[in-house]
């Protein structure tokens, strides 16, 4: 943090009367100067003195590592109206010749006021798990991706290894959401393991919210992950990376005499070169895009646009030279907001958001598209010194248009005709109002009760929820506090997760309902390490969830699996210790113990993506003159063992009938004649006695980084990166056939190297 070197009183206005308080943002350049100053509270004239003050004032400068690093922070400055000065002392008779005169008073010097640095800002809520980009930047195998560290907090569960689709304490991928500064984002990563959809170098910082999250944030029963995007600064800078596969770059310039800000960002990613030796067949690609501009009208009132979007293509390139188009998606986001800043930190914001996604099918031609509208108003207001009150508004209109072909014959298959029902051209309405209060009963003590009400309207159905929730901080000791969150939650039915223009519609089977709880214990230790330890347990009810939900002895079909409701339970203990990585030795634990359940019907079993044990180890050690050395160790427990059932051997689901004609509807004779192949293949896989579970995984991410550190807090680092260094391979469930019998199926070996440059200037 820097520290003044002089007084930093500026003078008082002349013509003002009475006291009054300025809150500054400075910029302390590397040099101790200031490089940019502005009000964010206070009134004229004495806001105007204090920046036109700022400039001259001297700091020593805030360091990392040793080295003299730009900082920007938040400086009260305080202003007492000048008491009325005694009368003026008379002044001395000259003396008579040949006598001394008498001296004088002797002038005092000013008193040097001690000034009051503060940051100002929301506490993170009780049982969420925050991680800054700074921090995220040395974690090995994130690729410096503030987004990529959400696997490696507790209580998160991979799909796969390294695959940006999770479990959220129990809840399947389509029920945890994404949001950056509020903005609900349809797909947070690009495809094949890439990065996020945002340059890390906007964003801030990441908050997880596994249950209970803030009122603010509903219509998911999973967790939450919200990025936050830094403020805009008002002085030129900006970073650039270079990689194997991608390059991105992200700048900012002040404009309008320092009132505006804007930036413009983006990736590119170019992997042909990559997958030409390793991977000849596939073709991959994406982009995005970030834009920003700010103006303040006044040190109150700001007025800002905010435009994202991203592209995403895979494609697997048949023998013939067809082009079989796995994933093709766009979206953008367009967000303009006028923020309203008050005296103690409150803040007012209203914001209308536009939308388009749009996805392609196999053939290339538009699958489903989607536009919407949305609006919010968000405040957060101190009421006093131990009471803060948060309210808001937000609705939101999107219009589907989908067209899911039915295979290219007239008579679709059961799991094809499931699709068409899930997928509907539709106009979706959801609306919603929330309100909370933090309470500071005492200084020990933090409450904080909110409840939120949604309506939802889809296809001509319509369900109005309300969730309470209520979260709590009691400080023990020190060192020791008790955390608590409770929430309900309701969403209506999902799918796999988000794809740009095609989602789940209609309100069919009722939304599902979510009741989310945990109690845990927060410790602040010796050397800087803070830790947590929490008990959970979620209800899931109504609950659709197509990859948890197949049955261990059953082949249905994803698109049936989707159709499927029931109850899910999940109950575990989690532990996160963590010394900051961008410390010389820092690191972190983050251990999960879970279990994970689904009730279909009559039938309760472990959901098929249940870990037991997830456990990641990382650690960083700075080994002097700019260079630094880490790594992870990622553990997995198996998942319940699952089984591909194919009835020859042959590679390929083979359909009963005889005359493998899949156009023809079933008859009631294929129906039977499936059911004796299935029940016949399942009795032979008993006999094999296969273990429960699949085989447990282990990998481990290394990372080298060199930097060179320059003036004003400019660097260039080359980093040398490999996720899954081991080349440890996954495996997802076993094939089976009378044939052949049963062989594992697995991923990988799937190792990302990377080798690349960065810059900041």
Not at 46 to 68: I, K, L, M, T
């Amino acid at each position: 943090m820097p520290s003044p070197l002089g007084p930093t009183e500026p003078p008082y206005p002349p013509g003002a009367t009475g006291d009054a308080t300025v809150v500054l943002r400075i910029v302390v350049r590397a040099d101790g100067t200031v490089g940019e100053a502005e009000a964010v509270a206070g009134v004229e004239p004495f806001a105007g003195a204090a920046v036109q003050a700022a400039p001259s004032w001297q700091f020593e400068p805030a360091r990392r590592d040793g080295r003299p690093v730009a900082a920007r922070i938040l400086l009260r400055v305080a202003f007492r109206a000048p008491a009325p000065g005694p009368r003026p002392p008379a002044m001395p008779r000259p003396a008579p010749p040949g006598e001394r005169a008498a001296p004088g008073p002797r002038a005092q010097a000013p008193a040097e006021r001690a000034i009051d640095v503060v940051v100002l800002g929301e506490r993170a809520a009780p049982m969420t798990t925050s991680m800054t980009r700074e921090e995220v930047r040395q974690m090995p195998g994130a690729f410096g991706d503030p987004f990529r560290a959400i696997e490696a907090m507790p209580g998160v569960t991979p799909i796969a290894s390294g695959v940006p689709y999770f479990f959220v304490r129990g809840a399947p991928p389509g029920n945890v959401g994404y949001f950056v500064d509020g903005v609900r984002v349809p797909l947070l990563y690009h495809v094949a393991l890439g990065p996020s959809v945002i340059h890390p170098a906007l964003i801030e910082r990441v908050d997880l919210h596994p249950g209970g999250f803030p009122a603010r944030f509903g219509r998911y029963t999973g967790g939450i992950v919200a990025g936050e995007t830094r403020e805009p600064e008002r002085l030129f800078h900006g970073e650039a990376n270079l990689r194997l596969f991608d390059a991105g770059a992200l700048v900012e310039a002040p404009w309008a005499g320092g009132r505006g800000a804007a930036l413009v960002g983006g990736r590119y990613a170019y992997p042909g070169a990559l997958l030409s030796l390793s991977s000849p067949g596939v073709e991959l690609g994406y982009w995005d895009y970030q834009a920003r501009v700010t103006y303040d009208l006044s040190p109150y009132d700001r007025l800002g646009l905010f435009a994202f979007g991203s592209h995403d293509y895979l494609a697997e390139i048949e023998d013939d030279g067809d082009i079989d188009v796995v994933l093709a998606g766009d979206f953008h986001r367009l967000d303009l907001r006028y923020d309203r800043s008050f005296g103690r930190g409150g803040r007012l914001r209203h914001a209308v958001t536009l939308g388009y996604d749009e996805s392609s099918n196999q053939d290339g031609e538009r699958a489903g598209r989607a536009r919407l509208v949305g609006a919010r108003v968000e405040l957060s207001a101190p009421a006093s010194e131990r009471i803060t009150v948060r309210a808001g508004a937000d609705a939101q209109l999107e219009r589907f248009d989908i067209d899911i072909r039915e295979n290219d014959g007239d008579h679709p298959s059961r799991n094809d005709r499931a699709f068409a029902r899930l997928f509907t051209s539709r106009e979706d309405l959801a609306a919603g109002l929330w309100a909370d209060v933090v309470v500071r009963a005492t200084p020990e003590l933090e409450v904080v009760p909110g409840l939120r009400g949604d309506l939802f309207a889809s296809d001509g159905a319509a369900e109005i929820t309300a969730d309470p929730r209520l979260a709590t901080r009691l400080a023990v000791t020190p060192g020791v506090a008790l955390l608590s969150a409770f929430g309900v939650t309701h969403q209506p039915p999902s799918f796999l997760g988000a794809v740009p223009g095609l989602q789940v519609g209609g309100l069919r089977g009722g939304v599902q309902t979510g009741l989310l709880a945990s109690a845990g214990v927060e410790l602040r230790l010796p050397e800087g390490i803070q830790a947590t330890v929490t008990a959970f347990r979620s209800g899931f009810f109504d609950l659709s969830d197509a990859l948890g939900s197949r049955l261990p002895a059953t082949d249905v079909g994803l698109g049936q699996r989707a159709e499927l409701r029931g109850l899910g339970s999940t109950h575990g203990v989690e532990l996160h210790a963590h010394r900051s990585l961008s410390k010389r030795l820092g690191g972190f634990v983050s251990y999960t113990l879970s279990r994970s359940v689904r009730h279909i019907g009559r039938e309760t079993f472990d959901s098929a993506f249940d870990r037991r044990h997830v456990l990641n180890l990382a650690a960083a050690y700075d080994l002097g003159r700019g260079f630094k050395l880490g790594g992870r160790a990622v553990f997995y427990s198996g998942v319940p063992m699952t089984i591909d059932y194919r009835i020859w051997g042959n590679g390929d689901r083979t359909d009963p009938r005889p005359d493998n004609d899949e156009d023809r509807p079933d008859t009631e004779e294929d129906i039977r004649r499936r059911e004796r192949l299935r029940a016949q293949i399942a009795r032979y896989v008993r006999n094999l006695d296969l273990p429960e579970r699949l085989p447990a995984f282990f990998r481990l991410d290394l990372r080298l980084e060199k930097r060179w550190v320059f003036d004003e807090g400019r660097w260039i680092a080359l980093t040398i990166e490999v996720l899954n260094a081991t080349a440890g391979k996954e495996t997802l469930q076993y094939e089976c056939s009378i044939l052949r019998g049963c062989e594992p199926e697995e991923l990988g070996p799937i190792v990302i190297p990377s080798i690349g440059g960065e810059a900041s200037f």
